[in-house]
Nanobody, 121 residues
Framework: QVQLVESGGGLVQAGGSLRLSCAAS????????MGWYRQAPGKQRELVAT???????NYAASMKGRFTISRDNSKNTVYLQMNSLKPEDTAVYYC???????????????WGQGTQVTVSS
């Protein structure tokens, strides 16, 4: 199995910055794409950003230019640097990893438990 542990959420004022981290552990054979999604109260979960194993990135339009996704393959960790935060960025942020575990030997999506980001005006 693959476990994901997220960290870095919290309360920040508008215009501030936060950096989220998500570390994957367990019987990992390989990791493909990694990404971040978010879900605000009363809304559906939405894409924030993804990054492939080769480093290609994709961002939701509203985050482009403010958020930066990166990964450290040696640590099986994905990061999300969030700058110029706005109150509408308030949400629970979830890490997502496409990985093959030694137990299944198949590619599955794994999700973190979520970390709360609150941006005050």
């Amino acid at each position: 199995q693959v476990q994901l542990v997220e960290s870095g959420g919290g309360l920040v004022q508008a215009g501030g910055s936060l950096r989220l981290s998500c570390a994957a552990s367990g019987s990992i054979v390989s990791i493909n794409a990694m990404g971040w999604y978010r879900q605000a109260p009363g809304k559906q979960r939405e894409l924030v950003a993804t990054i492939t194993s080769g480093g290609s990135t994709n961002y939701a339009a509203s985050m482009k230019g403010r958020f930066t996704i990166s990964r450290d393959n040696s640590k099986n960790t994905v990061y999300l640097q969030m700058n110029s935060l706005k109150p509408e960025d308030t949400a629970v942020y979830y890490c997502n990893v496409e990985a093959i575990s030694a137990m299944s030997m198949s590619m599955y999506d794994y999700w973190g438990q979520g970390t709360q980001v609150t941006v005050s005006s």
